[in-house]
């Protein structure tokens, strides 16, 4: 479980948008990405893990400059026949007691020809 | 072609969340192919909370959330050719409404040109269906199965927000 506070002062805010400060649904996935990386570290230890994918992702609420943005991340290791292919990492982004988004995001190691092995 | 000036008239984001530089095939109402510049003076490569630990970006690579955020651009170009929307104020807010299926191929760098390709799956009301890819140097980086744009007048978003509160 993370906290991001959405800072009226972000920059990135004055392009997004205009007049009408909301922050970027991307955003709100880099919150879980953040979140799921600092927890796939009990599972990965040491070894770089890549985010090669976005399974999902649903916006049901927008966030703007002063709200606080939770997120609840699990980790879900994924195999392929009887081969550990990584984890799955389903995330719940909420502002006070609204669902923001649910995210499920795909990790892999890090390999050495890049992300996409597969 | 579609030059950045162009851009602006058709979507609200400004920088430094303007992601999209120029639109070089457009076919309305179905495709478009849009380039995007990656940059090392993007602010993203020198932010404070960007630095240390994180992975993506030690080498300089482009945020993989940010390449999405250009793709969803060069869609939101296409979407709003028949109705531009400058400003966010007067206009309607792009908000994403969801996306499937997106998987991250490959990483770009600066120096290297993004080539978005969008293609209209199905107008919806109040917004669409989009899926595509884009391709750098390296190959393609990105695949989007699905996304869902959706197009909505900043005062209802802003008043459903108070009322939510």
Known sequence: MTAVLVDAAEPLLAGHFPGFA?????????CAHRAARTALVRYAGDDPVELVGIEVARFLYPVFPGDRVDTEVTVEPVHRGEVEDGWRCPARLTVGDQLAAIVRLRYTYLS???VGRD | MIDAAGIKELIPHRYPMLLVDRVVEVVPGESLVAVKAVTANEPWFDAPWYSGAVVDVADHAYPPVLLLESWCQ???VLVSLDSPNPDVQTGRVTLFGGLRDVRFLGRARPGELLWHRVRLVRAVSDGAVVEGESVAGSGTVLQVGRVVVALRPAVSVREEAVDAR
């Open chain 1, 112 to 114: 050495k020809e890049g």
């Open chain 1, 22 to 30: 909301i922050f970027p649904g991307v955003c709100l996935i880099e």
């Open chain 2, 74 to 76: 060069a869609a939101g």
